[in-house]
């Protein structure tokens, strides 16, 4: 009987959920986010960027370099996944307890459950700091904000990571030889991994193909045909600068018997401007690698090592950023001017700007009647 009355219930649910959203957007949504950063000048109100993100693309996660309360409170009611960062010179005082609930009690409990918050990062790119003090520190300081997420309940939503450079790695080409630089390894990201397979939190990395492409690379760093690199030890070729990066990390976090642990891309982006004579910068090539990069990681197929998974990826960066010191790349890695025009297009606006978000309340609406209409008919013929 429960058989009979559970199949047409079974292939109702599967219509409506293939009914109500295009699986492309549904997909992007999930995983693709971008880096909010405000070393600007002339950035729109943090309100109108949220609504912007909400209405008029299918971003759906956001990751902040600091706690600014104007942008938290501004995604609140959007649904938008948030991620917060603890800054750098904070790291020691959070490894006491009542520093890390104050700084909970201030920079997350007044926002959730309103704004989304998911992720809090303790400190950015720490060890490239080279700072033997933040370095130290930086799995306490985990330890112990996880701690004051406990005490709240928080730890639940709540997930703590730390993102990392690829210097990290001791060696990464090929990909099979990859490995974390020693004394590192076994001092800090042993246990950090330890932190994140107890929590259930991914471990965080910020590949730049572009740093590290030359002109003879720059086919194999843009997702272009190329002839590929062939790692012997593994006997697989890569056919872009990307997957080679995160399989020399996968091949360093198997080595110390990590390999169950996420991977989370986040950082990553190509600048649309550079200065005079550098090649392969120009708005063409950055829209090439993001939007490739936003299929590839998506795609399900994986990379050579890690076959059919997805990646998380957040897009550096949201906007370009006119404060940012630096050769002139530095300030153009933006998705959109600060007046939110489009650098260039990757597929992420939404068809209809201007009544998205109406449009698709009212033909959810609409299917969702007619599917409860299909399932009362079906239901008085059993
Ligand atoms: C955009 O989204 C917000 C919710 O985040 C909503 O309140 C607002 O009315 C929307 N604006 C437009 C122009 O659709
Ligand atoms: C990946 O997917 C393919 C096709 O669905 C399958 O044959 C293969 O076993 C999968 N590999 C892994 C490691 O899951």
Not at 41 to 56: G, I
Request: charged share 15%.
């Amino acid at each position: 009987m429960e058989k009979v009355i559970n199949t047409p219930l079974a292939h109702l649910l599967g219509a409506l959920l293939i009914l109500l959203t295009p699986t492309f957007l549904q997909g992007v949504e999930g995983t693709i986010g971008v880096n909010y950063g405000t070393v600007a000048d002339n950035l729109p109100p943090p309100v109108q960027v949220a609504s912007f993100l909400r209405n008029s693309t299918v971003i759906r996660r956001v990751r902040l370099f600091d706690a600014n309360p104007e942008i938290l409170k501004a995604f609140a009611r959007t649904g938008i996944s948030v991620t917060v960062n603890v800054p750098n010179d904070l790291i020691p005082q959070l490894t006491e307890l009542s520093f890390a609930q104050q700084w909970v009690e201030t920079n997350v409990l007044p926002y959730v459950p309103a704004t989304n918050i998911v992720r809090i990062l303790v400190g950015n790119e720490v060890i490239s700091t080279a700072n033997k003090l933040l370095i130290g520190n930086l799995v306490p300081a985990m330890q112990t904000l996880q701690v004051a997420l406990v005490e709240t309940s928080l730890d639940r939503h709540i997930h703590i990571s730390t993102p990392h450079f690829l210097g990290i790695l001791l060696n990464s080409t090929p990909p099979s030889t990859g490995k974390f630089r020693p004394g590192y390894d076994i001092h800090v990201l042993k246990p950090l991994l330890e932190f994140l397979r107890a929590t259930n939190s991914p471990f965080m990395i910020n590949p730049y193909p572009f740093f590290d492409s030359s002109d003879d690379t720059l086919d194999y760093a843009l997702f272009r045909p190329n002839p590929g690199v062939f790692d012997e030890a593994t006997r697989l070729t890569y056919t872009n600068m990307l997957d080679a990066q995160l399989d020399a990390v996968f091949s360093a976090l198997k080595l110390l018997d990590f390999e169950d642990i996420d991977i989370v891309i986040a950082e990553t982006g190509w600048p649309s401007k550079g200065d005079p004579g550098q090649a392969g910068v120009d708005t063409g090539s950055a829209e090439e690698y993001n939007r490739k990069l936003i299929q590839h990681v998506m795609s399900g197929i994986g990379t050579p090592l890690m076959p059919n998974r997805t990646f998380e990826t957040y897009i550096f960066a949201l906007f370009n950023e006119d404060l940012k010191p630096g050769p002139t790349c530095e300030r153009n890695f933006g998705l959109f001017k600060p007046d939110m025009t489009p650098v260039y297009d990757i597929g992420i606006l939404r068809p209809i700007v201007a009544n998205a978000a109406a449009n698709t309340d009212h033909s959810r609406t609409k299917s969702r009647a007619y599917l409860l209409m299909l399932l009362f008919v079906c239901l008085m013929c059993l």
